[in-house]
């Protein structure tokens, strides 16, 4: 079918439009297209382009502009369509019309598809992971996938949901964005369109891939709508969305299970302090025991995913997927601009000419080679290797020196923004301690008070002051960090794209640090001032007592002893964020549940005219997915705060859990239901997301004993065993007026800070010994690798007899031949001499 602009009554085309004829016909409003035997799965959407009414009305020289500007982006979009069918893909379109407002402007839907030969040849090219038919051992429960060759299709097996389709969806997905996307030098060749450009500049509004009914509905059953208790049945959601998306759910499954244990694990000390002392019921004897286990769980947790994460790897095939990543189209396109800007400049030099500083400071080196990008870099083709330079085409080049300087540049200015926030979050904490330390009899106090005496007496505003400073505080801090998050939204992705990454999980890999240490920032800077700077009693500046002394920043007092408290402090601090974190949580899934609700009450009623095209229509009005990196990051800081502050607030794990039994659920509906369905986005692991855990698990070591020493009084007693051994100290455990070890008197200070560094450096080894003693591989796996670096190596030895055999077999028939030539001769001559 040919794509064009309906002629019979519907949508008619632009003066000056390009267009082509088509197969159209119309019903109602809507322009649909003929139906088709081919699979398209792949939706461009195109508004169409007019000037509006409000346009018009700003006058000649304006519509002439804006007219101008719209050509240019009907040549485009003319053009990148033309691209796409030239390459040998499919494109057929209808038109879209809202019958509620017929002024409305009309959307047109492009949909894409390709035959089954050329997503073959596609598919060889790319290196298609598919799955493979193969007799299975009685202790088999998965499957196995190897990369398609053409010519081999009797190996693979066929799509189960596909009526006879050899390709499943999200493989032809692979397939039609590698052809759309990639570059043209490739074979097949590519039409090497950059569809997030084409986006952004306004050429096409979206692009989204179409749902697969038959595999959607089999994942409701099994996934979506599944018990949240059962596992997640990850095959199959790797066959519909994606490695990518089916390794978030398996992360998410693993981390969900342990947390259920770490869970029960921290109701025991509240119990325990119940039952003890219910007014300090919050530090207790089994914390500071629960603290060393949740250090220890979490150095589990993370081995435990790297032995599933290595299964998955091989299961799928994917254990060189980031050798063989394509380019970002991003990269592809900075490439050539920069390249093409070079030239122009320097019309007459060589980059062989060029110096060591204008090579950082101008990369020429942003040009085409010969070679190939692997995670070690790019390797070039030997310049004397005359048949390898045939067989490996020129693609995108740029230097790896260069890069690193971009490198430096970007994480200079994103140290110096986490910086800058931690400064101003610090001045803002700062304010809060300021203002619940103002007395009455303060000087700034009366200058306040005479100002608004007419409203209220000095006591009252020294009563507001001290009861609202944290509230105050909050807001401030809050506002803050919304407009940093905000600015980082953007700051963040330039950053990123910046650094010219070759490939998508670099990029993600980059970005996932950056954000993260954002957010570290934002979501532990206040409890970790009120842990690990309050109790140190910091000197507050610019303000003195009635008596002119100095002032100090302190903890909440606790009304049972009338002392103040960091450990109750910061048991409140953590308690809040972590509830409050987790009902945002919450939140955020029901607001798209509760708008694709109203959505589909709207569209209850639809007539037939709007039903034909329902499905691209419906998939196009919903959100687009976004990545899993945001959610990685949300599930990592909530990682932070059961681990890093285990010791504070024991009752995080088993909240989470909660929590993260009900995400889920409304995860699997998010993507799978909610959203737009994903491009295919493939990984070969979790990324920087795995080195993100391991810095927590990491940190968590500390945080958890500098909160111990410095304000936990069960720690403290710990260490009574002391004024056994030294009598001279005895009596400094039995003060009332200290809290944690660290503000005992020195002698007693001194042995509790050599006995704790003794007591972390051995957890330090236990949690090494854990990550040493449980392979990341499991042994099974090893087995089946090395069974299949043995079949290789026979299948190779075993062509290479096949060729010395078949070198035999052609010279002994040649020595035949010559045999039966020279025996005609013979007889030939002698017919003669008779």
């Known amino acids: 079918p040919h794509l064009g602009f309906a002629k019979q009554g519907g949508a008619q085309p632009r003066p000056g439009s390009k267009q082509l004829p088509g197969p159209m016909f119309k019903r109602g409003n809507t322009t649909a297209m003929q139906p088709s035997k081919r699979k398209f799965d792949v939706v461009l959407v195109a508004p169409e382009l007019s000037v509006t009414a409000k346009e018009r009305e700003e006058g000649p020289d304006k519509v002439a502009e804006r007219e101008a500007e719209l050509a240019k982006l009907r040549d485009r979009r003319f053009r990148c369509l033309q691209s796409i069918k030239a390459v040998g893909m499919d494109v057929i379109h209808f038109t879209q019309q809202d019958d509620d407002d017929p002024d409305s402007p009309r959307v047109q839907y492009f949909l894409v598809g390709a035959s089954e030969d050329l997503l073959k040849q596609a598919a060889g090219a790319l290196g298609l992971e598919k799955k493979i038919k193969f007799a299975k051992p009685e202790n088999w429960h998965t499957e196995v996938y190897e990369e398609y060759s053409v010519g081999a299709d009797h190996r693979f097996q066929p799509d189960d949901f596909g009526n006879g389709n050899f390709f499943t969806s999200l493989e032809r997905i692979r397939t039609l964005f590698y052809l759309i996307e990639s570059a043209s030098y490739n074979d097949p060749p590519c039409a090497e369109q950059d569809l997030d450009k084409l986006v952004a500049d306004k050429v096409f509004s979206g692009y989204f891939t179409l749902q697969d009914k038959a595999r959607l509905e089999s994942l409701r059953s099994t996934w979506i709508y599944a018990s949240p208790w059962t596992s997640p049945p990850i095959n199959e959601i790797r066959d ?160 790896e020196s260069a890069q690193k300087l971009r490198y430096g ?27 619940q330390q103002l007395d009455m009899h303060s000087s700034s106090i009366q200058k306040v008070s005479g100002a608004v005496d007419s409203i209220m007496s000095s006591e009252d505003v020294v009563s507001n002051v001290h009861v609202f400073a944290p509230a105050i505080a909050a807001g401030v801090n809050a506002v803050f960090i919304s407009i940093m998050t905000f600015i980082w939204s953007y700051v963040g992705v330039w950053l990123t794209d910046y650094e010219m990454h070759r490939t998508d999980t670099s990029w993600e890999d980059s970005y996932i640090w950056k954000t993260f240490g954002f957010q570290f920032i934002n979501s532990y800077i206040t409890t970790i001032y009120i842990a690990f700077v309050q109790p140190l009693g910091i000197k507050l500046p610019y303000i003195k007592s009635s008596s002119g002394e100095d002032l100090y920043d302190t903890c909440v007092t606790n009304s049972s002893t009338g002392l103040p408290d960091c450990f109750l402090a910061t048991f409140n601090q953590a308690a809040m964020l972590i509830v409050l974190g987790q009902l945002q949580r919450v939140a955020k899934i029901l607001i798209p549940w509760a708008m694709q609700k109203y959505r589909a009450c709207r569209a209850s009623g639809e007539d037939e005219r709007k039903e034909i095209h329902r499905q691209v229509v419906s998939q196009a009005t919903a959100s687009t997915f976004a990545g899993t990196y945001y959610e990685y990051l949300e599930m990592a800081i909530q990682f932070g705060w059961v681990c890093m502050f285990a010791v504070a607030f024991p009752l995080g794990g088993i909240i989470c859990f909660l929590v993260n039994i009900a995400e889920k659920r409304t995860d699997a509906i998010k993507v799978a239901l909610l959203m737009r369905r994903p491009k295919y986005l493939g990984a070969q692991d979790i990324g920087s997301v795995q ?74 080894a236990a949690k090494e010994w ?50 039966k030539k020279k025996t005609t001769d013979i007889t030939a001559d002698d017919d003669v001499d008779v």
């Open 409 to 435: 540049v970007s994480m200079t200015l994103t140290a110096a923004l986490v910086l800058f926030i931690l400064c101003v979050s610090t001045c803002i904490l700062g304010m809060r301690a300021w203002l």
């Open 691 to 764: 080195d993100v855990l391991n810095f927590i698990a990491n940190m968590a070591i500390v945080t958890n004993f500098i909160i111990l020493m410095l304000s936990s009084k069960a720690y403290k007693d710990y260490f009574a065993f002391l004024g056994d051994i030294f009598p001279a100290i005895e009596h400094e455990f039995s003060l009332k007026d200290t809290v944690g070890p660290m503000f005992l008197p020195a002698d007693g200070r001194f042995w509790a800070f050599v006995c704790t560094v003794i007591l972390e450096h051995t957890v330090i």
């Open 240 to 399: 519909y969305l994606g490695e990518k998306i089916a390794l978030y759910f398996a992360w998410m499954n693993v981390y969900t299970n342990y947390l259920g244990s770490l869970g029960i694990l921290g109701v025991l000390p509240m119990i325990y302090g119940y039952m003890s002392d219910s007014a300090r019921f919050y530090d207790n004897a089994l914390m500071p025991i629960y603290g060393v286990a949740a250090i220890i769980w979490a150095q589990l947790f993370i081995e435990h995913w790297k032995r599933k994460q290595e299964t998955l790897q091989f299961q799928w095939n994917t254990e060189d997927f980031e050798d063989e990543e394509v380019l970002r189209p991003e990269f592809r396109r900075s490439v050539q601009q920069i390249a093409t800007r070079w030239r122009t400049k320097h019309p007459d030099t060589s980059p062989e000419d060029m110096g060591v500083c204008e090579r950082y400071t101008d990369p020429v080196v942003a040009d085409y080679r010969r070679g190939r990008w692997t995670r070690a870099g790019f390797i070039d083709v030997p310049e004397d290797d005359e048949e390898l330079k045939k067989e490996v085409p020129e693609t995108e080049y740029f230097s």
């Open 770 to 819: 854990v990550a040493w003693a449980i392979p990341d591989t499991p042994q099974w796996v090893e087995e089946e690798r090395a069974r299949i670096v043995m079949r290789k190596e026979a299948f190779k030895q075993a062509q290479t007899l096949s060729k010395e055999a078949e070198k035999r077999r052609k010279k002994y028939l040649d020595n035949l031949e010559k045999e």
